[in-house]
């Protein structure tokens, strides 16, 4: 009996060659990282988000006449009762006034040239709101 000698033939394989893209190079960028998780609002964080300070809009539609102007009194969002804020004319028979950040509803009155109030109650718009008065002089 002539000895053989044993050969061990490794069957382990190597990895595969890597392939080349067919992709732009655009397409082939990562996927997106999802964001973190947030973690539930306690309730300070929901106080600060409701009582959260926003822009109020008053656009009043009257026509003053040429040569005059329409102003804004009243409380809260920049305000006072004793000098008037200048609205802007928008149209021949509009004005508007956007009013700084205010976490308060906004009591207001018009009045023509700073001078003579429009009669009735004062209006009231919530902070953050828009409103549109037609106000009677």
Not at 49 to 74: K, M, S
Request: charged fraction near 15%; aromatic fraction near 6%; proline fraction near 7%.
């Amino acid at each position: 009996m002539s000895a053989m000698k044993k050969t061990t033939i490794s069957t382990t394989k190597s990895p595969a060659p890597a392939k080349k893209s067919t992709k732009p190079a655009a397409a082939r960028k990562a996927a997106p990282v999802a964001p973190p998780a947030l973690e539930p609002a306690t309730a300070t964080t929901a106080t600060a988000i409701a009582t959260a300070p926003a822009v109020t809009t008053i656009v009043a539609q009257i026509d003053v006449g040429f040569g005059n102007a329409l102003y804004l009194r009243g409380s809260s969002a920049g305000l006072s009762w004793d000098r008037g804020l200048l609205m802007e004319s928008i149209a021949s028979d509009q004005w508007r006034a956007v009013l700084g950040e205010s976490s308060q509803p906004v009591v207001f009155k018009l009045l023509v040239n700073d001078e003579t109030w429009c009669v009735g109650e004062d209006y009231t718009v919530t902070a953050g709101g828009s409103v549109t008065v037609a106000p009677v002089f």
